[in-house]
């Protein structure tokens, strides 16, 4: 099943609401085209909480377009938790370069960031 969110206030909604029932924005088709880019900027964001929900947002979506941006803030970022969170989302999106980078992954020098690489390649298996 597709999961949507509201393109304003980025809570979880039903595919055929027209309007937002949290905040009332208004869903038109066109906004929700909009919404995947919005969240990949977001990536870009100051606020640790709101890059964090894009993340995740992104993977429930599968939004192949962030995986390079995705990998780039992996790359920039020094939180090990986000990284963590990152190799999530990349496997939630699931396509073949999302999967060489978490196998990439494996050999990182963050603890944590290893043993979530490594969990993920078991799952798959
Ligand atoms: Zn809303």
Known sequence: MITFFCPRCWKEIKGDDKRCPYCGADITVHERKGFEEKLINALRHPERETVQRAVWILGRLKTHTAIKPLIKLFEQSDNPYLKREILDTLFEIGAPDAMAFIVKS??????IVRKKANEIVKTRR
């Open 106 to 111: 494996l050999k990182s020098e963050i603890s």
